[in-house]
């Protein structure tokens, strides 16, 4: 895992980085919280896709429900990068459609795109 600051011209922005899965359960989501903190002292993060469990995704497991509240609870501004569309569940693209409505959690197609909506700049 690697965590990059980004300073954007607006707020600055912790990019995460890696490989392999680092998001498996509300610990390890809120271990990298604490992380990016540290390394960063950033209160937005960018997470690829491909570094969270596929339990995440299903809404039925309450995983997703469970880290974004504490996510929430710790003023932590968090947008996942990636192709979302695979996901069928009508509930899971709703549940995109309403995060991507506010500010504090975004779903979205690329990096870009999140730095550009977490740092205010759009």
Do not use: W
């Amino acid at each position: 895992m690697h965590i990059t600051k980004l300073e954007t011209g607006g707020e600055p922005v912790a990019v995460v980085s890696g490989q392999e899965t680092i998001i498996q359960d509300v610990q390890s989501a809120l271990d990298l919280m604490a992380n990016v903190r540290y390394e960063t002292d950033c209160d937005r993060m960018i997470i690829p896709k491909l570094l969270v469990t596929e339990l995440f995704f299903d809404l039925k497991t309450r995983l997703a429900g469970d880290i974004l509240q504490k996510y929430t609870n710790y003023g932590m501004k968090v947008a996942f990068v990636g192709d979302f569309s695979v996901y069928a569940s009508k509930s899971f693209r709703d549940f995109v459609y309403e995060c991507n409505s506010g500010t504090d959690i975004l779903f979205l197609p690329t990096e870009q795109e999140a730095i550009d909506r977490l740092s205010g700049r759009k």
